[in-house]
Every structure is written in C-alpha cells, then in structure tokens.
C-alpha cells in the first residue's frame, strides 16, 4: 500500500493508524474533522488511542451498471441527485 521509493514500510499497525487519521481528516461533517494541531498530536503520540472515523456519507455498495432495479422501472434515476458519469476511450 505505500510506494517504495519513500523507503522501508512501516507495520502493519502504523499503517493501519495512518489510515485512520486519513478517514478521520475526510469525515462528511467538518465539526467531525480533527484540527491541524490535533492530527499533528495523533502522528507525534504512537500510543494514544484514535477515535473511529464515522460511516462515510457515500459508498459504492451497489452495482451501478444494473439497469434493472426497481428505480430503473419506476422512472427514477437517481435517489440522492448525484450523477454517475462513466469515461470512455475512443
């Protein structure tokens, strides 16, 4: 998961810590998000506990390519406004 040209990987456990901070910096909610000092206190402080980050807002749990849904054949595209735009070559 880490590019070896930034030299020997951490453990397991460090990079998992990393990680977390990482969710916990991208929370939907910026009340939710931690300050700069606060994470700089997380990377400094190995063994202080980390709280978990909370369910992100949006996930691809579904297949979105499945054309046929129960929305699909009410008519309805979307349920939250978002657009799926799918890139292709040419």
Same mark, same amino acid.
């Given at each position: 998961?880490?590019?070896?040209?930034?030299?020997?990987?951490?453990?397991?456990?460090?990079?998992? =810590?990393?990680?977390?901070?990482?969710?916990?910096?991208?929370?939907?909610?910026?009340?939710? =998000?931690?300050?700069?000092?606060?994470?700089?206190?997380?990377?400094?402080?190995?063994?202080? #506990?980390?709280?978990?980050?909370? =369910? #992100?807002?949006?996930?691809?749990? =579904?297949?979105?390519?499945?054309?046929?849904?129960?929305?699909?054949?009410?008519?309805?595209?979307?349920?939250?406004?978002?657009?799926?735009?799918?890139?292709?070559?040419?």
């Amino acid at each position: 998961m880490m590019d070896p040209v930034l030299g020997n990987p951490p453990s397991t456990s460090v990079l998992l =810590r990393q990680i977390n901070i990482g969710l916990l910096c991208v929370q939907e909610s910026p009340a939710d =998000r931690p300050t700069m000092s606060d994470v700089f206190s997380m990377i400094v402080n190995e063994n202080a #506990p980390l709280p978990a980050p909370k =369910r #992100p807002a949006f996930a691809m749990g =579904r297949n979105m390519g499945d054309t046929s849904s129960s929305m699909s054949s009410a008519g309805l595209h979307s349920v939250n406004n978002l657009t799926v735009t799918m890139m292709d070559a040419r």
